[in-house]
T-cell receptor
Framework: DAKTTQPNSMESNEEEPVHLPCNHS???????IHWYRQLPSQGPEYVIH???SNVNNRMASLAIAEDRKSSTLILHRATLRDAAVYYC????????????FGTGTRLKVLA | NAGVTQTPKFRVLKTGQSMTLLCAQD?????MYWYRQDPGMGLRLIHY???????AKGEVPDGYNVSRLKKQNFLLGLESAAPSQTSVYFC???????????FGSGTQLSVL
């Protein structure tokens, strides 16, 4: 299974954009890049996913490098409710069905 | 829609006792997963199932067994609990053609 590398923690000021990086240098052509977040005392929740092109949804944007060896989750305006652990995950579409979570990035949002 | 429901929410076991965690989903999802999360750590995949009657090992399957006799239920069993199995256990499910995992709220298990 391809692995991802994320910083252990990051801080952001409220109302400012946040860029959460993820390295996945061993990504294969069939791996989708997924992001989940885990709020305190809750199960993880889906944020966004993509394959090659940048993606936007109501929660965030996903910027994928041209060589796909890295990606960045962008929260356009961080709020206190965005304080969570953010996980970058690769999912193989060729049939393993597994989602392997790493240790994620703990985002702290400062008021 | 209740989504993914885990039972129980909390449990304390003594070393050597057995128990079963129940995960139930009402979304007709094909795929189901069991993860464990130790304090300050990420989630680790224990077992997963791609459909009724099928299961497969994840990253850390030792000491656990699973069964998927009905599509909506995924059971995680501990035959002889050990203190190293103290953790929060999360269940998740996914529709076949979808990429989004839906998680339950977790089961806090302590083994003394």
């Amino acid at each position: 299974d391809a692995k991802t590398t994320q910083p252990n923690s990051m801080e952001s000021n409220e109302e400012e954009p946040v860029h959460l990086p993820c390295n996945h240098s061993t990504i294969s052509g069939t791996d989708y890049i997924h992001w989940y977040r885990q709020l305190p005392s809750q199960g993880p929740e889906y944020v966004i996913h993509g394959l090659t092109s940048n993606v936007n949804n109501r929660m965030a944007s996903l910027a994928i490098a041209e060589d796909r060896k890295s990606s960045t989750l962008i929260l356009h305006r961080a709020t206190l409710r965005d304080a969570a652990v953010y996980y970058c995950i690769l999912r193989d579409t060729s049939g393993t069905y597994k989602y392997i979570f790493g240790t994620g990035t703990r985002l702290k949002v400062l008021a | 829609n209740a989504g993914v429901t885990q039972t129980p929410k909390f449990r304390v076991l003594k070393t050597g006792q057995s128990m079963t965690l129940l995960c139930a989903q009402d979304m007709n999802h094909e795929y189901m997963y069991w993860y464990r999360q130790d304090p300050g750590m990420g989630l680790r995949l224990i077992h997963y199932s791609v459909g009724e009657g099928t299961t497969a090992k994840g990253e850390v399957p030792d000491g656990y067994n699973v069964s998927r006799l009905k599509k909506q239920n995924f059971l995680l069993g501990l035959e002889s609990a050990a203190p190293s199995q103290t953790s929060v256990y999360f269940c998740a499910s996914r529709k076949g053609e979808s990429t989004e995992l839906f998680f339950g709220s977790g089961t806090q298990l302590s083994v003394l």
